[in-house]
């Protein structure tokens, strides 16, 4: 198998296998109250995943490297197997808060292993000429896994039953892992081990964490992440329903879930339109600006629209600056980094990526109920402006280092 197929192949099973973490968000809030578990513990089990990829990010990024992508990434699969299989098993158990929570937790790890494994697979197959469009189809593919657990477990939980489509999403978990067995050969494995040494492990993180290029790229990613999967997903129902901005007669929810699909619809788009520009480009950091400009004048645009025009532009703004972001930032790191300590620096990079979006939720609805939901999406553009400074040295470094 090609470079090129094998990293379609491995998009396919990241899409695949993320596929499980969206398709409890529609069912669990009805089915939970039906089963009497409280308000407090459905948040909880909503964001358990997220808590166990923080703990285990680290240990994911130690694990690639030592034993490269392939078998990390198919356990990782059966672990969302399990995970989904518990959601089932909940429905009919005595304690089925237990149940989700349990379930929630062990696909969060198995999550770990898949998100940072598939983005390693793909640093390590890549070459400088390709890793913008391979990595842009891998995280594309990922950002898309939610929102297509989203739809699927919606739309079988509606025609046939909740129980049908958590086993749906156990099915496919396990046919991503045996597709990963067989897909994902020796070539995704890392292409240079560092010499054993004692307390090795120790300067191999005091090397990811050293490189000030690194540092920049997961600070951008966490404030991203805070804004985009943590503020304005949390919120935009909220705002949706408070400024009256209905599409199709539908209510907020459903007028919110055709929105946030504009924007994801945007940010795939400019992440794969990215991608194929930074493998004819010689510059890795010439669209991060623009993309970061874009962005905040999407928080700002769509924090002050009072129609739905309005509202859609800010969107498509926030999505195609995030695409326009985040691939340029992906291939910077797999450039920067050297290749084995590639694991660790995409563990750093998920663990910036889930704290901004932990964060995100929690203190855009304080700012929400505080000072209103368009007030804060201004203030969360305005401080998207302050990767001003770090993106230009960015930008900067690049071109010293190609003097």
Do not use: K
Not at 18 to 33: A, E, R
Not at 61 to 72: E, M, Q, T, Y
Not at 77 to 82: A, D, G, I, W
Not at 293 to 313: D, M, R
């Amino acid at each position: 198998m090609t470079r090129t197929r094998q990293s379609w192949a491995i998009a396919a099973i990241a899409f695949t296998g993320g596929v499980g973490g969206g398709v409890v968000f529609p069912i669990l809030p009805v089915v939970g109250v039906q089963l009497g578990i409280g308000g407090a513990m459905i948040g909880l089990i909503l964001s358990a995943n997220r808590i166990a990829r923080l703990v285990f990010n680290p240990a994911t990024g130690s694990l690639l490297d030592r034993f490269g992508a392939r078998w990390p990434v198919v356990f990782g699969l059966l672990l969302e197997t399990v995970g989904t299989g518990a959601y089932s098993m909940a429905l009919s158990a005595d304690r089925p808060a237990l149940w989700f929570l349990l379930g929630r937790i062990i696909w969060g790890l198995g999550s770990s292993l898949l998100l940072v494994g598939a983005l390693a697979a793909i640093m390590s197959i890549s070459q400088d000429a390709s890793r913008g469009g391979m990595t842009a189809r891998v995280r594309t593919a990922i950002s898309l896994g939610f929102p297509g657990g989203l739809v699927i477990g919606g739309l079988v939980a509606d025609t046939v039953s909740d129980n049908a489509a958590f086993l749906v999403a156990t099915g496919l978990s396990l046919a991503a892992a045996i597709g990963a067995a067989c897909v994902m050969s020796e070539h995704a494995e890392p292409r240079r081990r560092a010499p054993a040494a004692n307390g090795s492990r120790w300067v191999a993180w005091g090397e990811v964490l050293s490189l000030r290029t690194l540092r920049i790229i997961f600070a951008a990613n966490a404030l991203l992440f805070f804004a985009v999967s943590g503020v304005l997903l949390a919120t935009v129902a909220l705002a949706v329903d408070a400024r009256h901005l209905l599409l199709f007669g539908l209510g907020a929810q459903g007028s919110a879930g055709l929105l946030m699909a504009v924007l994801m619809g945007a940010r795939a788009s400019a992440s794969l339109a990215c991608g194929r520009y930074l493998d004819r480009s010689a510059s890795r950091t010439r669209l991060l600006l623009p993309a970061m400009a874009g962005v905040a004048i999407g928080f700002v645009v769509f924090g002050l629209a009072t129609n739905l025009g309005l509202a859609i532009i800010g969107l498509l703004c926030i999505g195609a600056g995030a695409g326009g972001l985040t691939i340029p930032m992906l291939t910077l790191l797999g450039d920067v980094a050297p290749s084995h300590i590639h694991g660790r620096a995409l563990s750093v990079y998920q663990w910036a990526s889930d704290l901004g979006g932990a964060l995100g939720p929690i203190l855009g609805l304080m700012a929400g109920r505080w000072i209103g939901y368009g007030p804060s999406y201004v203030a969360v553009g305005l401080l998207i402006l302050s990767m001003v400074l770090p993106l230009r040295y960015l930008a900067a470094d690049e071109q010293s280092r190609h003097a």
